[in-house]
């Protein structure tokens, strides 16, 4: 089945509108500030709007069908604990990043601990989000390939080049209003898709009934098996604290959040997040039951293509055209918020920390575009390597990315909250934490430690304890125990507020980290409600 001239102009329609885009926000563009934060120009709901976006990326529009496909609804398990994570986000994280007035959230690290922490974080940062730009690139390829015949590589580079040129051209402003653009489109093509598949497996009893029958149906998995990564243990224990590492110490996150006019806002955008979340993922993890259902549990070879495969089955005009641009949308916000934020990192954390200092304001500009454009070249040959990985690519990329959570948990979280923790001994916590998880992971065969049957959501908890008990023990012996907190602790903070006769509130919303706003307490109710919603799912089908 040809792609034909209705797909492509729907294709081609999409990626100038997106250039266009970035063509009218770089007018705004003046300094370096600009291009990393904005200008502080937009909206509460349009920041929400990037938030989500940039983290439902090409990666869950394909690749959560494709791990519903394997392991039923039980997946969506991993992502209930949302409300949760915003909930610890908006109250711990956020206060701190947004009343510090930086573009680099490492900077808090420096401030609280010395610039070897903030070196440290910053250049796993660059590690990790490089190798997620790259997963990015080659799930967007999956589409591009499947549905157009262009080979992979050709697909790779030419979607690079579009993101480059409009994220170049009119820095965070662009990332966030093609975000919005490119959130609809997301959406409505996810939606065409359902629809689809409603029709297909109709009636929508006997599709949940199949499901029901084959252990495909039930997202509550109670199983206390840590060797299974879907469980409801993983998901509200294990995957509440990678996810609070996403969100709260990931720079491509938060950054967006920076760009708000107010810490109100940054709140607000996230709050939406929290409230939507669920949702979306409960669209793409019934999707693909669904799709299940459709295709008889039929195995595939690239699980990642099984929505494409239905889709061109439909053969409606143009609705490959659409989801060809809704996965290009999806991949173009999360690819342009991470080329934005690893410019960012690298100019403030290490070319003007370590390099230079002192320069003009266009000076620094231009560094910026010329990271984006180093990051994005480096991204490509590691996409490359993606080509052929087996499996969901969500999956895959989760699992690779729950190395290093713990180190963040612990930096981050010690931070806020501890009172005795110094540098050296974090540090020393840091390194212990990554060699331990990958000794019980992988396992030691000079030691004769065999590797453990540990589903990797559960990572981040044991690189969590391990760095944070050895970082604070680690503290104790080198420097001793600290006499008052740290300024830069919640307790510090909320001191300093006092003594100076600061307000805690400003237009309603609470500026101390540590307290919480009364819209916060919603999300708790939410998550209640998100449980038992899925338990009650679970019984809908059997007959």
């Known amino acids: 089945m040809e792609f034909g001239a209705l797909n492509w102009a729907i294709v081609v329609a999409y990626l100038v509108g997106n250039l266009l885009l970035g063509y009218a926000m770089s007018r705004k563009v003046k300094t370096a500030a600009d291009y990393q934060i904005g200008d502080r120009s937009a909206p509460w709901w349009a920041i929400g709007i990037s938030v989500v976006a940039t983290y439902v990326s090409a990666l869950s529009f394909l690749g959560g069908p494709a791990w519903a496909y394997g392991d039923g609804m039980a ?11 915003i909930f610890v986000v908006i109250v711990l994280f956020l ?8 573009a680099s959230i490492y900077e808090y690290l420096e401030q609280r601990f010395g ?24 799930a967007t390829a999956v589409v591009i390939t499947f549905a157009t015949g262009i080979d992979v590589q050709i697909a790779i580079i030419g979607m690079t080049l579009v993101v480059l040129v409009y994220t170049m051209l009119g820095g965070m402003n662009a990332v966030i209003w093609t975000d919005v653009l490119q959130g609809v489109i997301l959406f409505v093509g996810a939606g065409i898709v359902l629809w689809g598949l409603l029709g297909e497996v109709s009636p929508l009893s006997g599709a949940l009934d199949t499901l029901a029958n084959d252990g495909k149906l039930n997202p509550i998995n109670t199983d206390l098996d840590f060797s299974v990564a879907p469980t409801v243990w993983a998901g509200v224990l294990a ?14 996150m938060v950054q967006r959040a920076l760009a708000a006019k107010t810490l109100g806002d940054a709140k607000k955008s996230y709050l939406m997040m929290g409230f939507a979340a669920f949702f979306i993922y409960f669209l793409f993890f019934f999707i693909g039951a669904l799709l299940y259902v459709h295709f008889k549990g039929e195995p595939f070879e690239q699980p990642n293509e099984i929505i494409l495969v239905f889709a061109q089955s439909l053969a409606i005009p143009g609705l490959m055209g659409i989801l060809a641009a809704a996965v290009l949308s999806a991949s173009m916000s999360s690819l342009s918020s991470a080329l934005n934020s690893l410019a960012t990192i690298s100019v403030t954390d290490f070319y003007q920390r370590f390099y230079k200092a002192e320069a003009s304001t266009a000076h620094f500009l231009a560094a910026s575009r010329a990271f984006t454009v180093v990051w994005a070249v480096l991204a490509v040959p590691i996409a490359f390597a993606f080509i052929n990985s087996g499996g969901s ?49 992988a396992g030691v065969p000079i030691l004769g430690l065999e590797p453990a049957t540990v589903a990797w959501p559960w990572y981040v908890v044991i690189g969590g304890v391990i760095n944070i008990a050895v970082s604070w023990t680690a503290s104790v012996l080198l420097d001793g125990f600290q006499k008052g907190w740290h300024p830069q602790t919640v307790v510090g903070q909320l001191r300093r507020f006092k003594s100076e006769g600061l307000p805690e509130k400003q237009d309603g919303w609470y500026v101390a980290p540590g307290r919480v706003d009364n819209i916060a307490w919603y999300l708790l109710g939410f998550f209640v409600l998100i449980v038992l919603f899925l338990a009650w799912f679970g019984t809908l089908g059997g007959a």
């Open 75 to 85: 997946a969506l398990a991993i992502h209930i604990n949302y409300p949760l994570v």
């Open 239 to 252: 995957m509440t604290l990678f996810h609070i590492t996403v969100y709260g110490t990931n720079q491509m």
């Open 95 to 102: 206060p701190f990043f947004y009343n510090s007035g930086v």
């Open 393 to 441: 690519i969500l999956e895959r990329l989760s699992q690779v990315a729950s190395y290093f959570v713990g180190a963040k948990l612990a930096m981050f979280g010690l931070g806020f909250l501890s009172k005795h923790t110094t540098e050296r001994g974090l540090l020393v916590g840091v390194g212990t934490g990554f060699l331990g998880l990958y000794a019980i992971v």
């Open 115 to 138: 610039l070897a922490s903030r070196t440290v974080m910053s250049a796993i940062f660059l590690l990790t989000q490089t190798i997620t730009t790259a997963s990015i690139l080659t």
